[in-house]
């Protein structure tokens, strides 16, 4: 069973001086990071194929989530970019750049309320998310565009308009099967932490 990341991108952007400077030690910590992750999801696939997991928990830390999402193993929907995830207790805090025409494909609306989603804002997302009992529960907060706060009816219309048709299980709130015999998944300061049974 191929584990899907459900968390994170960092884009590290350097000032231009200190570029030539640098680069070569951000990119050698990056591609450890990397390295990181790709190792604990090996183990975490390789875990799940036994009869009995080993049920010690795996963790991840922010930086190499949102790292290993900007390194481009994470096949992000069309018009997002930018993903960056912050983890506090319970709750994960999401910001991207979006190119909502881009996101919505062609596909539009004479809805009034649904014009604010048309070109390019940055986004915020706040989300209640957890893992338990091997089922995924997240529940959106918020989701302010610009810094503007997006009223909960709004966004119910864009999700089931432009999203839920091309992901029908995404909403409001989502609950899902967690893959590889993943029992719990608990966020953290920033941090996640997994564990297998």
Do not use: C, W
């Amino acid at each position: 069973m191929k584990l899907r990341p459900t968390l994170v991108v960092l884009t590290v952007l350097l000032p231009a001086v200190l570029v030539l400077v640098i680069n070569l030690g951000v990119k050698a910590a990056d591609n450890s990071l990397v390295a990181s992750v790709e190792k604990k999801i090996e183990h975490i696939q390789q875990n799940a194929t036994l009869e009995h997991p080993d049920e010690k928990p795996t963790e991840f830390t922010e930086q190499e989530i949102n790292v290993y999402i900007a390194s481009g193993r994470v096949k992000l929907p069309q018009g997002v970019q930018s993903v960056r995830f912050t983890g506090e207790p319970d709750l994960v805090t999401g910001n991207a750049r979006v190119d909502f025409d881009e996101l919505k494909a062609g596909r539009s609306s004479s809805n009034p309320l649904l014009s604010v989603f048309s070109g390019v804002h940055d986004v915020v997302v706040v989300a209640h998310a957890r893992g338990m009992n091997h089922q995924g529960h997240v529940q959106v907060e918020s989701v302010s565009l610009d810094g503007v706060e997006i009223p909960r009816f709004a966004l119910q219309l864009f999700i089931e308009k432009y999203l839920q048709p091309k992901y029908p299980n995404i909403g409001m709130t989502s609950q899902f099967a967690l893959p590889a015999k993943i029992d719990t998944a608990i966020v953290g300061q920033h941090k996640l932490t997994v564990s297998q049974k």
